[in-house]
């Protein structure tokens, strides 16, 4: 073989290797780069997507604003933060007056820390009782009291507090009883776990009604020990 089939040979062999080198050193790392790039690209779709849903989410609600204002209000009234003793004042001479009977008297003792109310079962005729009450009402009437309210673990002694009541009022026992209906369904929320009533002296066909129960309350962060 003559010297210039050798340097052909030779010169083929290092361009061969010139170009297995040029693709490892690079070509691969442009291939990682582009990895890289896509994986980047398809995170940042991803995100878009989520960014999109909560734009679309927050487009929902401030369409409802007007509602979940109205029904944060609501709620607030029905259990503020503090006693609020003053507003509901307020709302048992309306809801007095609107029943047709006169307030005499209510008593608000220290507040409680709030303790689940267990559902007490109505005795099997007393819808019964209730419906024969004759018209001339007797010294005592004993009245059944309505289920508690579903209570939640996210409620406990640390943030919410009970207040309880003592309300009395005189008028008849139709009164009455429309009385403690609206107690139990007004703007603030009001638990009745007692009613009592007897003959108003000198007063035919009223009654002197005592209806105790509880109002609630929320309890600050800062002051969450209550009693």
């Known amino acids: 073989m003559d010297r210039n089939k050798l340097w052909l040979i030779g010169s083929v062999l290092v361009t061969s290797v010139i170009v297995v080198l040029g693709a490892v050193l690079g070509i691969a790392p442009q291939l990682e780069s582009m990895n890289v790039a896509n994986a980047s690209r398809t995170l940042v779709q991803a995100t878009n997507a989520e960014h999109v849903a909560l734009l679309a989410r927050l487009k929902h609600d401030f369409k409802n604003l007007d509602a979940l204002t109205s029904e944060a209000d609501a709620l607030a009234e029905s259990v503020p933060t503090g006693s609020a003793m003053p507003a509901l004042v307020d709302q048992l001479d309306a809801q ?8 005499t008297g209510m ?3 220290e507040a409680v820390a709030y303790v689940p109310v267990v559902p007490v079962a109505a005795a099997p005729d007393a819808a019964a009782d209730a419906a024969a009450v004759p018209a001339a ?8 009291m309505p289920a508690a309210p579903a209570s939640s673990t996210s409620i406990t002694a640390t943030n919410f507090a009970a207040f309880p009541m003592q309300i009395t009022v005189t ?3 139709a009164e009455v009883l ?5 107690l139990q369904s ?12 007897a003959r108003a002296p000198g007063l035919p066909g009223l009654v002197n009604a005592t ?9 600050a962060p800062a002051a969450a020990s209550v009693g």
């Open 96 to 103: 007095a007056l609107a029943a047709g009977l006169t307030l």
């Open 178 to 182: 429309d009385f403690v209906s609206r």
């Open 137 to 144: 009402v007797p010294d005592a009437v004993p009245a059944a």
């Open 186 to 197: 007004g703007s603030r929320l009001f638990l009745v776990d007692g009613l009592s009533t």
């Open 171 to 173: 008028g008849s026992y």
């Open 107 to 109: 008593t608000v003792t």
């Open 211 to 219: 209806v105790s129960g509880l109002v609630y309350s929320l309890v």
